[in-house]
């Protein structure tokens, strides 16, 4: 009897696939059970919780420091918010006193009191809570293994080019994955800002997670996986159990022919983004983390287009100072100089949820500019710790979501009440940093000409300025196919944006997904744009598209493609123009399109 393939599908968090062994993560949680002490007993037991908690404390600071010497200070912060649980005065001292009045061990004392912090995080509806308990239940976890002297389990256990396969990782453990040892990631549970989410996009190791019954799914093939590979892609959220011969073929197919396409562009990630008749394109690109400007350097960017931000706050679980901030700018910008950084305020809202945050339409509600004025104190804490870093001098600042002039307006002032600050306290800052704007909402283009004259520079969100200009969740699946770039209404706002900009004097940028889409790169730069910001690896596609194409056809080809009616009807237009224009360059969108077929 022929065996059929099993396909789990999740939340794609970490895009490439991989091919491997299924490595079963089970993560042992120490055992303890209630037992009465005596009076001579209770100065033992306190002293045992508290040198499990000094313990743990070493054991946390030794891993933040691997992870920030790795990755960054930012990242480093996912530890420190476990070290600060750690240390919570009210948690110890409750500990210490149930063992004292109760007379009970300290693994129980500890347990029963962390039931009152674990009981209300176990019942949130929002991820940002959820994953508050998953940073509790790691350190109590590793508590409870130094008061009992029982060992951690590693990782590293794993066999290289495994699978790895988990009910859930804990922060400190998706810290710990190697991308060397690990070739993608399956969790049952987690979302987009999980810490393996976080953790595997900056390792840049394929990750699905959110997998609904996947532990269960693998316990009723466990006596037949290990005999066979399985499938892992990243880029399309699916993990594929005893794929079939003729799947396994066709992916590792496209494994060698993505890593001969990668080792091809590889040669072109030095080399400059201009086309063949001499118009200069900034190829830049999109982080969320330090150690994505490394990557992105490494395959070739000239700068960050999109520094998000929000995920600095994401993975502290809460504020992170002025200070810190400022740290982690200067960072950025130290590492990518000569290059220009772009810092984006916050924009949180949308599909990026905090504490307190409850909407029942969040993408067009109070998210971004709008929350950030409803938060000075958040707000202006950013744009100084930018300003400092702003001394680095390649520092630019770019605020999201700006829907009408008053906003902008309104950041400026607040902005000047930030250099009044600064000045004050004799701080150095850049006085003269630029200020530019995310064009994401259809209010914001049609007033390009009037924006134009108030700020340095535009930037085109152009997933948001889709969403918003078609009136299409781009995440709900009944609606999706409605969600198109190509969409005539959206390239006409593309273009009255660029046309505004350049009459102003300003450059204008675009960091969207239509940014690293190969017919959009086409229409993009003929319709004029000056920069253009992707994933990392991206970058050496986007350099092989525009060292391969003429301005002066492309923009006739854009022009043409204005004038078309559907999206289906531009895409096949600039299909057949590269045809007949730049047939090598048709030749590398069919091998292209033909590795994202499944």
């Not at 891993?63 to 110890?92: F, H, V, W, Y």
């Not at 389990?153 to 859930?168: A, M, R, T, Y």
């Not at 992105?296 to 700068?303: C, D, V």
Request: aromatic share 8%; glycine share 6%.
């Amino acid at each position: 009897m022929t065996k059929k393939e099993l396909i789990l599908r999740g939340i794609p968090v970490s895009p490439g696939f991989a091919i491997g062994k299924i490595f079963i993560y089970k993560r042992f949680i120490p055992s303890y059970r209630e037992r009465e002490i005596s009076d001579n007993e209770i100065k033992t037991e306190v002293s045992r919780f508290k040198k499990a908690i000094h313990e743990t404390e070493q054991e946390l600071k030794v891993l933040q420091n691997e992870i920030r010497q790795e990755m960054g200070t930012d990242l480093a912060e996912l530890i420190s918010l476990q070290i600060s649980l750690l240390n919570d005065q009210e948690l110890i001292d409750g500990t210490i006193k149930f063992i004292e009045t109760k007379k009970r061990n300290a693994e129980f004392a500890y347990s029963e009191v962390l039931k009152k912090y674990l009981i209300p995080l176990n019942d949130a509806k929002t991820p940002f809570f959820k994953e508050r308990l998953a940073d509790i239940i790691d350190v109590s976890t590793r508590v409870m293994r130094n008061i009992s002297g029982e060992p951690l389990p590693s990782i590293h256990e794993i066999q290289p080019g495994s699978i790895l396969v988990c009910h859930d990782l804990l922060p400190s453990e998706a810290a710990l994955l190697d991308r060397e040892r690990i070739a993608g990631v399956a969790t049952e549970v987690g979302g987009k800002t999980s810490h393996t989410a976080i953790m595997t996009k900056g390792k840049e190791i394929p990750a699905v997670v959110g997998i609904e019954h996947l532990m269960k799914s693998v316990a009723q093939l466990a006596s037949r996986i290990p005999a066979s590979d399985v499938i892992l892609d990243g880029s399309r959220g699916l993990l594929i159990i005893e794929p079939t011969e003729k799947r396994v073929s066709f992916y590792k197919k496209e494994l060698e022919s993505i890593q001969k396409q990668r080792s091809y562009l590889a040669t072109l990630k030095e080399s400059e983004s201009s086309t063949l008749d001499g118009k200069y394109i900034d190829i830049s690109a999109n982080i969320e983390f330090v150690a994505e400007t490394l990557t992105a350097l490494e395959h070739g960017a000239r700068g960050v287009g999109l520094f998000r931000t929000e995920y600095l706050y994401l993975a502290k679980r809460g504020p992170v100072s002025e200070d810190e901030q400022t740290l982690i700018y200067s960072d950025v910008a130290d590492k990518m100089k000569p290059y220009p950084v772009i810092i984006r305020t916050f924009d949180f809202g949308g599909d990026k949820l905090i504490p307190g945050y409850f909407e029942s339409n969040p993408f067009l509600g109070w998210r971004a500019i709008r929350l950030c004025f409803d938060n000075i104190e958040l707000f202006l804490n950013q744009i100084k710790a930018i300003l400092r870093a702003g001394t680095k001098g390649n520092v630019k600042l770019m605020l999201p979501m700006v829907s009408s002039i008053e906003e902008l307006r309104k950041a400026k002032s607040i902005i000047e009440q930030a250099k009044n600050e600064l000045k004050s306290k004799n701080i150095p800052f850049d006085p003269n940093l630029d200020v530019g704007i995310m064009v994401e909402t259809p209010a914001c283009a049609l007033l390009a000409e009037q924006f134009a004259q108030e700020c340095n520079f535009f930037s085109i969100g152009s997933n948001d300025l889709t969403q918003y200009t078609l009136a299409v969740d781009r995440d709900n699946d009944r609606v999706a196919k409605l969600y198109d770039h190509l969409h005539p209404a959206v390239l006409k706002l593309i273009k009255l944006t660029i046309d505004a900009a350049h009459k102003n004097g300003i450059w204008v940028g675009l960091c969207g997904e239509f940014a690293s889409d190969p017919l959009g790169i086409i229409l993009l730069v003929g319709l004029g744009i000056d920069e253009l910001s992707m994933v990392p690896f991206a970058i050496p596609m986007a350099k092989k598209i525009i060292r391969s194409i003429d301005f002066t056809v492309v923009k006739e080809i854009a022009q043409q493609a204005l004038n078309l009616a559907t999206p289906k009807e531009i895409n096949d237009f600039i299909q057949d123009s590269m045809k007949t224009k730049f047939p090598d360059l048709a030749k590398f969108f069919a091998t292209m399109q033909k590795q994202n077929q499944t």
